[in-house]
């Protein structure tokens, strides 16, 4: 079985389907509220445990009523989050989502996810050490970030670093990550290059190899030479959200295969979590994705 850990965040997210997007100082009435765990750690964790790996959790919750809620999820959903720590001076994380005509806009309350350490990486260091992959997002402070970047280089693990949200990075960094996947704006920030510069360019610009996601067009994936495009799948779009946090896990999981097989089940993974409501109430089982990918081959 793949082993993979994720260092990242674990939010609730508060969600809001409306027919359209408000503008300032708007007020309009909303179609559906639901509130569903989310975060772009915990998201990775359980899109990973669906495609059937054995995923470890390294975050952090505050000791309330979102916080139990979500580590009781998380162990539905057999991921070992023995290194979520449970803070009693800060509240959990939250996500104020809202969705409309299968886009998203996303609010972040970091809360306890501000306090993810490097001393628990450290901690975690037995894991990583055994794992076949590491996730990281950018949801968590940029310290702890890069002490899993730097720990799973020492090891030898392969660490795929998901620059979201963006934020310019040292060069030294993407150096030390197997691979970065952002989108073409992600890119272009962690570049210091301008949006409007072909995504191929920067791709090859680049100091690591780059898995680059395209929304529905699929993904671009470079380790050398020129980039190659794995095309989307076509789906009926419901929400958005998640997507690319199932497109990491399942690049993670099946990155054993190979990169163009990584991206290509990674794609068709993506494509199945839009087809539902909710971050994690979208991502797929793996004989979901065996079977879309049946479909496209048979």
Request: charged share 20%; with cysteine.
């Amino acid at each position: 079985m793949t082993r993979i850990v994720v260092v990242g965040s674990i939010n609730m997210d508060l969600v809001t389907q409306a027919p359209r997007f408000v503008g300032p100082g708007e007020t309009i009435l909303g179609e559906r509220f639901i509130s569903v765990p989310g975060g772009k750690g915990a998201n990775q964790a359980v899109a990973a445990a669906r495609l059937g790996a054995e995923v470890a959790l390294v975050g952090a919750l505050g000791v309330d009523a979102f916080g139990r809620q979500l580590r009781q999820g998380l162990v539905s959903e057999g991921i070992d989050v023995d290194h979520v720590a449970h803070l009693h001076d800060d509240a959990s994380g939250t996500a104020s989502i809202t969705i409309a005509q299968g886009e998203n806009q996303i609010i972040v309350v970091p809360g306890a996810n501000a306090r993810v350490t490097p001393a628990q990486v450290e901690q975690a260091h037995e894991l990583i050490r055994r794992a076949d992959a590491v996730l990281v997002q950018m949801e968590i402070p940029l310290d702890t970030v890069e002490a899993t970047v730097r720990l799973g280089a020492h090891l030898g693990v392969p660490v795929i670093l998901n620059p979201a949200p963006a934020r310019q990075l040292p060069v030294d960094w993407f150096r030390l990550a197997r691979y970065a996947t952002p989108n073409q704006h992600e890119l272009a920030t962690l570049l210091g290059a301008d949006s409007g510069t072909d995504f191929r360019e920067l791709m090859q610009a680049a100091p690591c190899p780059i898995v680059l996601t395209r929304g529905d067009e699929g993904a671009w994936f470079r380790e050398q030479g020129e980039p190659i495009h794995q095309r989307g799948f076509k789906v009926d779009v419901v929400d958005s959200t998640g997507a690319g946090d199932t497109f990491n896990a399942a690049l993670a999981v099946f990155l054993h295969e190979g990169l163009p097989e990584a991206v290509r089940k990674a794609c068709a993974a993506a494509a199945l979590s839009v087809t539902r409501l909710g971050a994690q109430g979208g991502m797929p089982r793996l004989t979901e994705v065996r079977s879309v990918l049946a479909r496209q081959t048979g």
